[in-house]
């Protein structure tokens, strides 16, 4: 199983998942916040192309998040997997395409991938997020949250890979000339994880099979990558645990778990 992120912020954002068993590959690619060309010139980065898709599978309809999810799925013949609240928010985008429903708990089975919808607090219709299994290794995948939830914690716990939100500092937030109304959007309750929020998230879960911690949808003007290294760090229970930093135009390469 190995993941790989075709780019990771508020212009855009898109994951691949793959697991390979029996001869057979299941590509799935979590997102699609970019253009056509855009996401097959990313794709092509890290050798795919939307041929060898299983499926996409949506966490919320931001734009950022679902831009390029329907025009890429109808070009490549791809289902689509999203919530009932997602798709009544999208519904008048999702003509020709092959629309598969999911919810809380649930999961999903593509091929040799299993993915489980958990419920977020994010300021959209019924926001998921997810983590993918293909039987033997575990990755969890949360962006686009506004605070820790006992909910969240559990699901993502005794994972062997994270991906973790860290939108922001709270100080280059609050510093920042965005005006009042976004930084309470942002810094509130439905909006995103701040580093310290990402940091104590991941001191709170089981950690016993954790590798790697991939930080993920860092803003451009009020985070770096260096602050969300050092705050994944502090909430690393061991030094074994390797942290890794996503950037918005490179995503980051193959990650094998």
């Not at 997020?129 to 939830?149: I, M, P, R």
């Not at 104590?200 to 991939?214: F, G, M, N, W």
Request: aromatic content about 6%; charged content about 20%.
């Amino acid at each position: 199983m190995k993941f790989a992120s075709l780019g990771s912020g508020s212009e855009g954002n898109a994951l691949l998942i793959s697991a390979a068993s029996g001869g057979t590959t299941t590509n799935v690619m979590l997102d699609c916040g970019f253009g056509i060309r855009e996401t097959e010139r990313r794709l092509a980065r890290l050798e795919m192309d939307g041929a060898a898709l299983s499926a996409i599978v949506v966490t919320h309809e931001h734009q950022d998040h679902v831009g390029g999810v329907f025009k890429f799925a109808r070009r490549h013949r791809l289902p689509v997997w999203l919530t009932f609240g997602t798709y009544q928010a999208l519904r008048k985008d999702c003509s020709d395409v092959a629309l598969q429903f999911c919810r809380d708990g649930e999961p999903l089975v593509i091929g040799n991938l299993e993915l489980t919808p958990y419920t977020v607090p994010h300021d959209a219709r019924e926001p998921v997020q997810y983590v993918a299994t293909d039987g033997e290794y575990k990755l969890g995948v949360l962006t686009d949250a506004g605070k820790s939830t006992d909910h969240l914690v559990n699901a993502l716990g005794g994972c062997d890979a994270l991906v973790l939100e860290c939108n922001h500092d709270r100080q280059m937030l609050s510093n920042s000339n965005y005006p009042a109304s976004l930084k309470r959007r942002i810094g509130g309750q439905y909006g995103h994880l701040s580093n310290d929020a990402a940091s104590e998230i991941l001191a709170a879960l089981d950690q016993s099979r954790l590798r790697k911690v991939v930080g993920a949808h860092l803003s451009l003007r009020n985070n770096t990558s260096e602050l969300a290294y050092s705050a994944l760090c502090s909430g690393r229970h061991s030094e074994q645990v390797e942290v890794i930093i996503a950037c918005q135009e490179e995503g980051f390469g193959w990650i094998e778990i």
